[in-house]
Every structure is written in structure tokens, then in C-alpha cells.
């Protein structure tokens, strides 16, 4: 067995985690070299390791972008076949948007024939914990970091996840964004519903309407200063408002007056100061909640497009509408990129 599967390497002399190589694996790691990248907006910070662990090119930093990037793969192609190695793991830690760019530089970089070069990102949280494991107290650098990203990529075990091609990279920075909009939604909704329980409470634990954001409700608050406004309203004026703004929806809208009004003549005595700010704050999040709303269909539309009828097969499943089931392929990724179709379950 190797020393180094149980005795540490280069500057963290510590014992590295097991995840013991087969003879196949050991075959292909005595000529692989490891290449751990830390990445930064600014800059990419590359540590090259032999199958031994030891240093082949270190203190290795530039700019992140093209040329820098490429400057990089240039480096790392001539010292891996100075060192007579055949294969390159090649690891970027895959912090925020900042890794991807090079990493699609580097897979359709034209590496050397006789060099097999493997390209990929890995889970940051995944590297924290096998630094920690290393040495808990470390010191902090971008070239310690670079290293125990190295020393990462020489565990058989920890696999490298390759930039997704195109669509469905595209597909998936659309799903994401519709993701991440939908988050944002769901936390302005909780706000509103907050500040809605402070000008009326009873309004919101026993809500008069199905849906305290649809447009009749909604326009209550935009329209006249919520609660008091409201409460003062004669009730046929306030039928007539709701009937109106709610295209004919309440079979009762009398009833529904009534349900409203109730529902406000429990509201705290807050002060006006205090009301005139909460009203503030509700209106703008409405208009923000309407803006996200508006940008959710756009999207939804605009993956629609993209996808077209590539995730048919995903909405044949009872449950999976467009959205997720495109959400899902792009996530997934090429079918190829699993042996079979049990691997693509786990």
C-alpha cells in the first residue's frame, strides 16, 4: 500500500481519511497528477500534485478569467508531462458562479493527446471537512487551500462533478433563478402576513378570505388606509367594492363585507405613526410580491421554451408539472452521464 494512504503529505502532516484504492485504481494513480484549484472572483490559486503528494507546481496564481485560465491548463499540461504522468484530475472548489467559467475553459481546452485530463467541481462544504480533517487549526491560505483540494482529488472515493453542456446548463441556471424567486416569494408572503397580523390581527388568524393575497383583498389594503378606512366604510360600500374588485367572485358579497369588517374591529390601538409605517411597508411588499409574481411567469414561459419537449418523459409521472419536471433534467443532466437507470434513482 502507499505510505501516503497512511502517513501525511507536504505541509499539513496529517493522516489522510481512508478510502482504500483497488489494484486497478493503484495502477492509474501512480501516473495521475493532482491539480486542486482555489477559486476566488478575483483569482485562481492552483496546487499540482504527484501520486506520492508531493509538490510538482505550487504558488500557482492568476487573474480569473480567460487568459489567466488558460495560462493555468498550459502550466499544468507541461509539468504533468514533465513528470511522465498520463492522467490529470483536475478539482476546482465550487464556490458560487466563480468556478464555472474555468472549469468550461478547461474541458474544452486541448490538452495533449496522450494526457487524460478529468475536470470538475467539488462540494465546498465537502472540502471544509476534509481540511478540517487534516489539521483543524490550519492557518488559512488560498495555496493550504489549493493543497488540501489536491490531497481531496487522491481519495479514489471523492468523485469530481463535470460542468454541465449546454442546454442544459442553460436549463439549469433558469430553473434555479425560478427557484430562488420562488423562495423569495414565499418569505415576502410571510412578511405581509406579518405586518397584516399587527394592523389587524383577527384579520389574519381567522382570515375573511380564501386567499389574503388575491386581487380583492390586495386592493383593500392598496386602496384605502387598512384597517380603520375600511372599517368605517358603510357596508353596501364596501359589498360594492369587494363584488367590483373581485369581478363578480363572492356569491355573497354582503356576507363577505360583513366577515371583513368583523374581523378589523379586534385590531390593537396602535399609534398613527406606527400604523402609517406598517401601511408603508405592506404596500411595498404588495408591489413586490406583484413584481416577483410577474417574473415567475416570464420565467416559467422562458423554460417552457428552452425545454420544449425534452421533459416529456418526466411529466408522464403523476405529480411532476412542467416546472419541476424541468427542473429536475436539468439537474439530472445528458442520460449518459450515469451507467444505468439505477444510478440515476440514487
Known amino acids: 500500500m502507499d505510505s501516503r494512504w497512511t502517513t501525511g503529505t507536504g505541509r499539513w502532516g496529517s493522516t489522510l481519511p481512508p478510502g482504500r484504492p483497488n489494484r486497478k485504481e493503484l495502477s492509474l494513480m501512480s501516473?495521475?497528477?493532482?491539480?486542486?484549484?482555489?477559486?476566488?472572483?478575483?483569482?485562481?490559486?492552483?496546487?499540482?500534485?504527484?501520486?506520492?503528494?508531493?509538490?510538482?507546481?505550487?504558488?500557482?496564481?492568476?487573474?480569473?478569467?480567460?487568459?489567466g485560465a488558460r495560462e493555468i491548463a498550459d502550466r499544468l499540461a507541461q509539468e504533468a508531462q514533465a513528470h511522465g504522468c498520463t492522467r490529470l484530475r483536475l478539482g476546482l472548489e465550487a464556490t458560487h458562479v466563480y468556478w464555472l467559467p474555468a472549469a468550461l475553459l478547461w474541458h474544452d481546452f486541448t490538452w495533449p493527446q496522450d494526457l487524460e485530463v478529468e475536470i470538475g467541481g467539488l462540494n465546498p462544504h465537502a472540502i471544509k471537512a476534509f481540511r478540517d480533517s487534516l489539521d483543524a487549526d490550519r492557518e488559512k491560505t488560498d495555496d493550504l487551500d489549493a493543497e488540501a483540494i489536491a490531497l481531496h482529488l487522491m481519495v479514489p472515493c471523492h468523485r469530481l462533478s463535470p460542468p454541465l453542456p449546454d442546454p442544459?446548463?442553460?436549463?439549469?441556471?433558469?430553473?434555479r433563478t425560478r427557484f430562488t424567486?420562488?423562495?423569495?416569494?414565499?418569505?415576502?408572503?410571510?412578511?405581509?402576513?406579518?405586518?397584516?397580523?399587527?394592523?389587524?390581527?383577527?384579520?389574519?388568524?381567522?382570515?375573511?378570505?380564501?386567499?389574503?393575497?388575491?386581487?380583492?383583498?390586495?386592493d383593500l389594503l392598496l386602496h384605502f388606509d387598512f384597517p380603520e378606512a375600511v372599517t368605517d366604510l358603510a357596508?353596501?360600500?364596501?359589498?360594492?367594492?369587494?363584488?367590483?374588485?373581485?369581478?363578480?367572485?363572492?356569491?355573497?358579497?354582503?356576507?363577505?363585507?360583513a366577515q371583513v369588517q368583523a374581523a378589523l374591529h379586534t385590531a390593537y390601538p396602535l399609534s398613527p405613526e406606527f400604523r402609517q409605517a406598517l401601511r408603508f411597508v405592506l404596500r411595498h411588499t404588495l408591489q413586490h410580491l406583484a413584481s416577483l409574481e410577474n417574473l415567475l411567469q416570464h420565467l416559467d414561459q422562458r423554460i417552457a421554451q428552452a425545454v420544449g419537449d425534452a421533459d416529456r418523459p418526466l411529466r408522464s409521472i403523476?405529480?411532476?408539472?412542467?416546472v419541476l419536471a424541468a427542473g429536475l433534467l436539468a439537474?439530472?443532466?445528458?442520460?449518459?452521464?450515469?451507467?444505468?437507470?439505477?444510478?440515476?434513482?440514487?
Open 318 to 322: 403523476p405529480g411532476l408539472g412542467p
Open 31 to 67: 501516473h495521475t497528477a493532482y491539480a486542486g484549484v482555489d477559486v476566488s472572483q478575483a483569482d485562481l490559486v492552483v496546487t499540482l500534485l504527484d501520486a506520492q503528494g508531493q509538490p510538482l507546481l505550487s504558488h500557482l496564481k492568476r487573474p480569473n478569467h480567460t487568459a
Open 168 to 175: 442544459y446548463l442553460a436549463w439549469q441556471r433558469l430553473t
Open 331 to 346: 439537474e439530472l443532466g445528458p442520460p449518459d452521464r450515469f451507467p444505468t437507470e439505477a444510478a440515476v434513482a440514487r
Open 235 to 257: 357596508p353596501q360600500e364596501l359589498s360594492t367594492f369587494l363584488q367590483q374588485h373581485s369581478r363578480n367572485h363572492f356569491p355573497d358579497p354582503d356576507g363577505k363585507a
Open 181 to 218: 424567486l420562488a423562495r423569495q416569494l414565499g418569505a415576502e408572503k410571510t412578511r405581509a402576513l406579518g405586518w397584516l397580523w399587527l394592523l389587524a390581527s383577527d384579520y389574519t388568524t381567522h382570515p375573511p378570505f380564501s386567499d389574503l393575497f388575491g386581487t380583492a383583498a390586495q
